[in-house]
């Protein structure tokens, strides 16, 4: 998914985009998906748009009523996000049952966060809170990261709204949230969510995509433009829709797997479907409650229901689905073919370094990650977070800690304006808990 985060440039160049209003009189939307996700559904065209608004399950409880992040039902402050990453949260790395392969799986379908992170945020909320723009996180005088750094606190972009940008007015009475790509399991973060981001990426002869030649193979597309995708650090990259391609190198390598569009989108349904869900939710819980159908081998299952707009729910962008940050783990493995030896690399080390695509053009490097991502185990999903997230998520090569992202995630959660976790049970069909008996 796809938050927008806020910069002058990006208020000034985003539009929303407009769905054709009679998808059916292009004959090419019957067999292709278009790549900003319009016409997925005939008869409402912008159901799962690219650059649509996020539906919710409640109302937001924004504090002014409109936009501004959610405070207590006192009407003062929520309590500092840092101070509660540090209390709730422990930091051990205990192994889970399945292999990290099924982790990152989920993390390329699940988010297109970064991408916006570096490319179009200009602004440093640290060096000016008051912007409306901005939310940034203040750091415990005591806590690690700020005593080591003197570092006072975490920079922090709100999202884009459609108050902010120039979309259709909804008539709802607060602002909303914007997705920048389509809610499809599209492979859009490859191929692109227009046809003009698309066209950076194609040959045009014989439906090639672009490559680079390095060290005598082909590999996915480097930018040319120093001014672009690569940020202000202007180094290396691939040009690719998704900017988490060079975030972190096991992440890169998910994405050199993916070509050939309508059919690797096939594949990649599938595999998310039926190899990643039942992992995720239970094979019994997929399959009882028809999120999944068994079927024979030449049998095909059609509950397409053109009523359900599949627009990404702000509750489980902003909250639920980051449950998974919790199992990301502190060090990723490159094994030898033999499966004799293994090299052990700390995540903060890799956080968008320029090193990153070097590392996976060298020798046999990338053939050893894939094999470390079939054989590290991914980390238990429980109340501990890794340290190289906790303390050092997007740690620079010249500091020694980083940024924190579970305090990010529960910045964003007010940035949202998320009711709170009660009126979530409550929703859900399940009572209250009081903090002292049920805690
Ligand atoms: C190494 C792995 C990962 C890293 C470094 C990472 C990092 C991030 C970052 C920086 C954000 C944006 C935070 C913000 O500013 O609000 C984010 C958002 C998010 N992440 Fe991850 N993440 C990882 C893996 C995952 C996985 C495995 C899942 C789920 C299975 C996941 C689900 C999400 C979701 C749903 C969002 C919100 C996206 C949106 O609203 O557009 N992430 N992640």
């Given at each position: 998914m796809n938050e927008i985060l806020l910069s002058s440039k990006l208020k000034e160049s985003f539009q929303c985009i407009t769905p054709p209003s009679d998808c059916a009189s292009d004959p090419k939307n019957f067999y292709y998906r278009t790549f900003d996700g319009s016409c997925n559904n005939f008869h409402t065209p912008d159901y799962g748009m690219a650059t649509s608004r996020y539906l919710r399950m409640l109302a937001p409880k924004y504090s002014d009523g409109v936009s501004s992040p959610t405070a207590s039902v006192t009407g003062s402050s929520l309590p500092n996000a840092r101070l509660l990453s540090l209390s709730l949260y422990g930091e051990s790395s205990l192994p889970d049952d399945y292999r990290t392969m099924a982790f990152y799986n989920g993390s390329i379908g699940s988010s297109r966060h970064d991408t916006f992170l570096k490319s179009n945020t200009t602004e440093d909320c640290c060096q000016?809170?008051?912007?409306?723009n901005c939310y940034p996180i203040f750091l415990h005088p005591r806590g690690p990261i700020s005593q080591s750094l003197s570092k006072k606190c975490l920079n922090f972009v709100r999202s884009a709204s459609d108050t902010n940008t120039a979309c259709r007015e909804s008539g709802a009475t607060y602002s909303e949230k914007i997705t920048m790509t389509s809610a499809f399991l599209d492979l859009s973060f490859a191929y692109g969510n227009s046809i003009n981001q698309n066209k950076n990426f194609?040959?045009?002869?014989?439906?090639q995509l672009k490559t680079s030649l390095v060290n005598n193979r082909n590999w996915l597309p480097l930018s040319?433009?120093?001014?672009?995708?690569?940020?202000?650090?202007n180094y290396q990259c691939y040009t690719?829709?998704?900017?988490?391609?060079?975030?972190i190198p096991t992440i890169a390598v998910l994405h050199t797997?993916?070509?050939?569009?309508k059919i690797n989108i096939a594949q990649y349904q599938k595999i998310t479907f039926y190899d990643w869900l039942p992992l995720l939710v239970g094979p019994s819980y997929a399959y009882n409650n028809n999120i999944l159908h068994r079927t024979a081998t030449n049998e095909y299952v059609y509950d397409y229901?053109?009523?359900?707009?599949a627009a990404p729910y702000a509750e489980f962008a902003a909250a639920a689905f980051r449950y998974s940050h919790n199992q990301i783990p502190g060090w990723f493995s490159l094994v030898s073919s033999g499966r004799n030896s293994n090299r052990t690399l700390r995540l903060s080390n890799h956080f968008e370094r320029p090193e990153n695509l070097n590392l996976l053009w060298d020798g046999d490097n990338f053939d050893s990650l894939i094999r470390g991502l079939t054989t590290q185990l991914q980390k238990r999903p429980d109340s501990n977070i890794d340290k190289e997230i906790k303390h050092y998520f997007d740690r620079k090569s010249f500091e020694e800690y980083g940024s924190d992202l579970k305090s990010i995630d529960i910045q964003r959660g007010r940035d949202y304006g998320l009711p709170s976790y009660n009126d979530m049970r409550v929703y859900c069909g399940l009572p209250e808990r009081r903090i002292g008996q049920d805690f």
């Open positions: 000016q809170p008051e912007s409306n194609r040959v045009f002869k014989s439906g040319m433009d120093p001014d672009s995708e690569c940020g202000e650090e690719l829709p998704d900017m988490r391609n060079q975030f797997i993916i070509e050939a569009r229901k053109p009523t359900v707009n």
